[in-house]
T-cell receptor, first 110, second 111 residues
Framework: QKEVEQNSGPLSVPEGAIASLNCTYS??????FFWYRQYSGKSPELIMS????GDKEDGRFTAQLNKASQYVSLLIRDSQPSDSATYLC??????????FGAGTRLFVKA | DVKVTQSSRYLVKRTGEKVFLECVQD?????MFWYRQDPGLGLRLIYF???????EKGDIPEGYSVSREKKERFSLILESASTNQTSMYLC??????????FGQGTRLTVV
């Protein structure tokens, strides 16, 4: 079992819809969870971090964490074509290591 | 504005060459990382360092070594480059409680 798993996609949604991205992780001791966006040919950039169970909202983005189910998700409301990218889920395990999922490709159709 | 700078954006090297990839950060972060990114495999951790002269193996350290002589600089060394090391290499830095900041990436081609 991979340490951080994501559906590779592609996930295709129409402009204005909600995009839902999911991630599961295997290390129950993980404390910090991140969502990065990566445009083709570019390096990842952080869009959300979450550390405790529940929802965290920032503009059009909402991160959700359920430690009991070892599940973290990212919702993008009012999706725009500029949101088309690969979204990487990252989990910081005990210590210093940050483990990344393989990423989910999102396409937002105009 | 935080900055992680990788020495090269693109590199082409020959099989068997010794290759140095340099990374410098200006945020006084303790922790620095080297990842490689391949299609369908995501980012895989090669090595990381949590202090000067300290290093830890990641998930795929074979064929690589690292050096951290100064806090701001973390170097990745390919001892004898092989074609299966053709990849995008990403350096990142962080400190406890802070997310990772990435450099712009180095696309290495070994021919």
């Amino acid at each position: 079992q991979k340490e951080v798993e994501q559906n590779s996609g592609p996930l295709s949604v129409p402009e204005g819809a909600i995009a839902s991205l999911n991630c599961t992780y295997s290390d129950r001791g993980s404390q910090s969870f991140f969502w990065y966006r990566q445009y083709s040919g570019k390096s990842p950039e952080l869009i959300m971090s979450i550390y405790s169970n529940g929802d965290k909202e920032d503009g059009r983005f909402t991160a959700q964490l359920n430690k009991a189910s070892q599940y973290v998700s990212l919702l993008i409301r009012d999706s725009q074509p500029s949101d088309s990218a690969t979204y990487l889920c990252a989990v910081r395990t005990g210590g210093f290591k940050t483990i990344f999922g393989a990423g989910t490709r999102l396409f937002v159709k105009a | 504005d935080v900055k992680v700078t990788q020495s090269s954006r693109y590199l082409v090297k020959r099989t068997g060459e010794k290759v140095f990839l340099e990374c410098v950060q200006d945020m006084d972060h303790e922790n620095m990382f080297w990842y490689r990114q391949d299609p369908g495999l995501g980012l895989r951790l090669i090595y990381f360092s949590y202090d000067v002269k300290m290093k830890e193996k990641g998930d795929i350290p074979e064929g690589y070594s690292v050096s951290r002589e100064k806090k701001e600089r973390f170097s990745l060394i390919l001892e004898s480059a092989s074609t299966n090391q053709t990849s995008m290499y990403l350096c990142a830095s962080t400190r406890p409680g802070v997310e990772a900041f990435f450099g712009q990436g180095t696309r290495l081609t070994v021919v």
